[in-house]
């Protein structure tokens, strides 16, 4: 396993946990960034960051759910695996429930842990994709004109260019034109994938 496998957050207020899990994680090839608390972790601004978060539960100031509810906020934020020693199945319905990939207690296993942190950087990777997917779309749509969106939007209904001229109020040669252009700016070659990134950009 290489650096490139992936970066890890640690949030962890003991300093001999967050070395231990520091020298494994590094040990394993991971790319790691420790912090002693979650406000530190928030002030270093990588909370947008691909990777996944491993954060301990009980902590002082801000725990581990205070800082997984001010996350949740965020569409870019990495997966959270909980660490805690302090565990109960209330606490950990609760964090798996606002989204957490998984819950492990302390001493955890380097192997579950490694495993877990595999888990979470491809569900991270899946949902970055996804999210610079609808946001190639949504750039895509916003390039069409106030017309061209019209015409799209009746093509995507179905309607033939005859049709799409009468509920406008133009002609047959302009709606070929305009769907030309949206078609053109969309990169797509058929209606049938017109629909599909119609709906991609719409979810």
Known sequence: MSAAAGQVFLVDDQPA????????LGAAGYTVRAYASAREFLAA?????????????SMPDMDGSALQQALAR???APPIIFLTGHGDLDSGISAMKLGASD???K???????LAAIEVALARN?????????????????AS??????????????????????AALGTVEK?????????????????VSALVRLVDRGRR
């Open 17 to 24: 946990v967050l070395k231990a899990l520091a020298r494994l």
């Open 45 to 57: 601004g990588h909370a947008g960051d691909a990777g996944c978060l491993v954060l301990d539960l």
């Open 74 to 76: 965020q569409a870019a």
């Open 103 to 105: 819950f492990l207690t």
């Open 107 to 113: 001493p955890v296993d380097d192997g579950r842990l």
């Open 125 to 141: 990777r899946a949902a970055r994709a996804e999210l610079a997917e609808r946001d190639g779309v949504a750039a895509r749509l």
């Open 144 to 165: 069409l004109t106030p017309r061209e969106r019209e015409v799209m939007e009746l093509v995507v209904e179905g309607l033939l260019n005859k049709q799409i001229a």
């Open 174 to 190: 302009t709606v070929k034109v305009h769907r030309a252009r949206v078609m053109q700016k969309l990169q797509v070659r058929s």
